[in-house]
């Protein structure tokens, strides 16, 4: 009975995700002349492979990834998703669109109004769970998207959003956009399919609207945003 009463529940949480894996990795080369970043390694598997794996577990039962620079590479890697229990999808961009270019691109792949998004390049432990639950709750009138927010790092000092009560905030003591989000398809009408186009700008325009709600997470959470950053997330990966 216990078992059947989880497979419900996690029935109940089937939601779906688009992993941002399009970027080239200018910071990482030489290592991303000839490995898409997202394939970089860390902890003997990776980066895009510890996000596939959480998001299963957590009842995410299908996931675009977009891809651009050597984008062959990791559809050849990770290919239906079968081995992860997943469906996985690929928006194949000839030129990386950025943030919301990107998403708006792969939404003819998304089937649900709501749905997570992931950044390939980051390495955390917070609970994807509570983020499929986040995608569910979206679906209700109200928010329009939810930001997962951590502490201000050395390479980034200046944050990029507040907090108040639940809600995110242009003004206030700043925290880091962690890369990892939920929204409504909604939010991205107004960008033209195939447009370069960053996410911040439309962040911005729905956290006046007060329709942007958040989160301050402060497990770990890495940005591999260099090579550095790489082999230390290793170092302690191999360590533990």
């Not at 620079?69 to 990791?74: D, E, F, N, R």
């Not at 469906?87 to 000839?94: F, G, L, Q, T, V």
């Not at 905030?169 to 960053?198: H, K, W």
């Not at 325009?205 to 790489?230: C, F, K, P």
């Amino acid at each position: 009975m216990q078992r059947k009463n989880c497979d419900r529940h996690f029935r109940q949480l089937e939601v779906q995700a688009i992993i941002l894996a399009a970027g080239r990795g200018e910071r990482m080369r030489p290592l991303t002349d000839t490995t898409p970043k997202a394939l970089l390694e860390a902890g003997g598997k990776p980066l895009i492979a510890w996000h596939v794996e959480k998001l299963a577990a957590a009842g995410f039962r299908r996931i675009v990834v977009n891809l651009a620079h050597l984008g062959a590479q990791i559809e050849a890697s990770l290919g239906t998703g079968s081995q992860f229990g997943v469906e996985i999808a690929y928006s194949r961009e000839s030129r990386a669109l950025e943030t919301a270019g990107g998403i708006t691109y792969a939404l003819p792949l998304i089937s649900d109004s709501t749905f997570a998004v992931v950044n390939a390049d980051v390495f955390c432990d917070y609970d994807y769970l509570a983020l499929a639950r986040t995608v569910r709750r979206l679906a209700e009138p109200g928010f329009i998207a939810h930001l997962v927010l951590v502490d201000n790092r050395d390479h980034h000092p200046d944050g990029d959003f507040a907090l108040s009560d639940g809600r995110v905030m242009l003004q206030g003591a700043r925290l880091t956009f962690s890369g990892i989000g939920a929204y409504r398809g909604e939010m991205f009408d107004n960008v033209a399919r195939g447009s370069v186009a960053p996410l911040a700008p439309l962040l911005r325009g729905q956290i006046e609207l007060n329709r942007v709600s958040g989160e301050h997470y402060q497990g770990r959470w890495r940005d591999i945003g260099t090579a550095q950053r790489l082999i230390d997330l290793n170092r302690e990966l191999t360590a533990s």
